[in-house]
Each structure stands twice: as C-alpha cells, then as structure tokens.
C-alpha cells in the first residue's frame, strides 16, 4: 500500500498509510508523553474516525517512558500495536511493554509482516 505522507517528527519519522502508521525512532532517544502529543495531533489529521494500527519499526535503540502506553491505548480508533526488530534483546524489551498495553499488540521480524497483520486486524474491525 503506497505511503499517503513521509513526515519527520524530530525524534524520528512517521511515514502514514491508509491502515496503519509506521514509525521510526532514531537512535538514543527517550520517548516521553509530551513525543506522544505529536502521535496524537498526526492521528486528529490523518486517522480521524478511522482505525489504525500504529506499527513501531525498531531498527535503532532507544527508550520509552512506560506511561507513553497508557496514553497510546487511551487513542480510540487505535486498534493495534505492532514492533518490528531483528534484535533479540529489543523483543524481549517489547514483550515487557507488551504489559502495559491492553489492545492487540504483536512483535515480528520484518515490515512485511506486520503490516500484514495490521491490513487483517483492520479488516477485521471494518
């Protein structure tokens, strides 16, 4: 599925399609609550009244403040979240996060996968 917009958020980038969004964050970065308020604002623009599965493609290390989850679930039409990595270690990290999240939450390999599983859970809730 083509990308709708490519868009640098300062702490990484966000590219947005029409199911799902897909973001990277660069390396060494602590994700806080007042990030997230740049989620919530491209959420308003491009997903309003429709769901989405927000997809965090891994490739760099980085923290995320645990309260960061609270406030992603709180996103009504958010109806999933995916992470991709290679790495071991980030997994692991993610099955740990994937506690504090109460929405389908999945971690895979590569894009191609979880953009798969973000097109079937977004069927699902059509």
Known sequence: MPKVAHIDIGVGYVNIHENYL?????????????DNEILLNLVETFYKDKNFVYISNRENSYAIDPIVYFEVQKIKNLIGLAIVSKKEITKFNASVEKHFFSKPFEIFNNLDEATSWANNLYAEHS
């Open 22 to 34: 897909i973001m990277e964050i660069n390396p060494d970065i602590t994700l806080t609550v007042k």
